[in-house]
């Protein structure tokens, strides 16, 4: 009993860092597009600075979890809650790195002047983190319900990328002289969308979680 007391108190523990590693990503992408929007460098400096933070956890993650392993020798679904933390704290470690990516492009940028005002790359941002939170609440809450739901939101990204790279493809051809920018614009909008298609990664293993099936929801 008391064995099983103690396995509980460290499955806890897994689900809050991973929390906490969501919460990290969601701000490091929420900052890093304000730094965008307002071309604010040194708001993108402190982003960059804070990645080693993300890493930290996802660390404590697979310590823990490989430590309940050895000393609890857990089976069944209990093996599969460990094993799928330890693949969603690589989703969210990289999700983090592309919401740095976003910042990095700020830095490059160097406060160059925006060549059209930004409307649809924040609203992916909006969505995505959306996502991020729900990729661990799903978690916490073994929402399958969550999981699909999220699959559509990421449809949702997709869409708007689509139409990013095709508005931004015709801004360069009518404007060759900000092709730079430009480029870099819908590097930061495919950037979003790969943190996109790693919440869904989130959902697949929360699916596989529940049910011990592992479905494609990113198609």
């Keep these: 009993m008391i064995k099983r007391k103690e396995f509980d108190l460290g499955l806890e523990e897994l689900s809050q860092l991973l929390v906490d590693m969501g919460r990290h990503v969601e701000r490091a992408l929420s900052e890093s597009i304000a730094a965008l929007k ?115 939101e990421d449809d949702n990204v997709d869409q708007l990328y689509s139409q990013i790279f095709r508005e931004l493809l015709t801004y360069v051809a009518e404007n060759p002289q900000n092709a730079s920018q430009a480029m870099s614009l819908l590097f930061v909008g495919r950037y979003i969308e790969r943190i996109a298609d790693h919440a869904t990664n989130i959902g697949e293993s929360i699916v596989y979680l529940v049910t011990n099936e592992r479905p494609d929801l990113n198609n």
């Design 38 to 152: 307002t071309q604010d460098v040194e708001r993108a400096k402190k982003i960059i600075a804070e990645d080693v933070d993300l890493n930290g956890m996802e660390t404590k993650i697979l310590d823990l979890g490989s430590r309940l392993i050895l000393t609890q020798q857990p089976v069944a679904k209990d093996l599969r809650r460990i094993l799928v933390a330890f693949r969603i704290s690589n989703d969210l470690e990289r999700m983090g790195d592309l919401s740095i990516d976003v910042a990095k492009v700020v830095v490059r940028m160097n406060g160059q002047a925006l060549i059209k005002p930004l409307i649809d790359i924040p609203r992916m941002a909006e969505i995505v983190q959306l996502m991020i939170n729900e990729s661990t609440q799903a978690y916490v809450e073994e929402n399958v319900d969550l999981a699909y739901k999220m699959a559509k």
